[in-house]
C-alpha cells in the first residue's frame, strides 16, 4: 500500500525548465544503492551543489533558498522526467517531500513510474503553468498551492486550475494502491476465471 493522496496544500518551487531529464533529477553517481532509501540526497545534486560529488549547497538553486525550504510541489516546463527510465528519479523526489509536480507534460515512464509510487504527476498548460509560478513567486511562503486530486482541481489564492487524469491513476493513488494491492481489489474475477479455466481445460490441473 502507498500514501494516499487527496489532497495536499505546499510551497510550491518553480524550475521552468523544459526537457528536466532523469539524470538531472538523479544523476547515475548519486544512484549508490538498490533500496527506495537514501537517495532524497542526491536529487537535482548536479543543480543543489557546487561541485560533482560534494554537497556544498549552491545558492542561486531554488530548493536552497529559504522562501522555498519544505518544498512539497514543482512547476516545471514541458516533457519533465524524459530520458532513462530509471525509478530512483520518483524515489529521490518522493523521499525529499515532493508530493505533486505541475507540468505541461511528461515522459511517459517517469509519470508511470510516479503514479506506483504515490507521487502525482499533474498536466497543465504551459499558460497555466507560467500564471501558477507568477502568483507563488509573490510569495513562496504565504502563496502555497492546493491539489485536490478528488476535485481534480489546482487551487491558486482565488483561482483554480482543472485537470485530467487517467481513472484508473487516480484511483490508485487516492485509495493508496499500488499495482500488486490493485491486482488484490479484483479477487473474486480472477477467482471466477481460474475456476472457468480449470472446467474448460481441466487435464491441464492433473
Known sequence: MMDKFTQHRG??????????????????????RVSKQGLGEGMFAGWRYTEVGGREVNPDFILNQAEYAGTSILLSGPNFGCGSSREHAVW????????????????????????????????????????????????????????????????????????????????????????????QTRWEVIEAFHQQRQQRRPWLYC
Not at 16 to 27: F, K, M, S
Open 11 to 32: 510551497v510550491t518551487a518553480p524550475i521552468l525548465r523544459g526537457n528536466v531529464d532523469t539524470d538531472a533529477i538523479i544523476p547515475s553517481r548519486e544512484m549508490k
Open 92 to 183: 529521490a523526489l518522493k523521499e525529499y517531500g515532493i508530493r505533486a509536480i505541475i507540468a505541461p507534460s511528461f515522459g511517459a515512464i517517469f509519470a508511470n513510474n510516479c503514479i506506483r509510487n504515490g507521487l502525482l504527476p499533474l498536466v497543465l498548460n504551459e499558460e497555466s503553468v507560467a500564471h501558477l509560478a507568477a502568483w507563488v513567486e509573490q510569495d513562496p511562503v504565504a502563496n502555497q498551492v492546493l491539489v485536490d486530486l478528488p476535485a481534480q482541481t489546482v487551487f491558486a489564492g482565488e483561482g483554480g486550475y482543472a485537470f485530467d487524469i487517467d481513472a484508473g491513476a487516480k484511483r490508485m493513488l487516492v485509495e493508496g494502491l499500488d499495482a500488486i494491492a490493485l491486482t
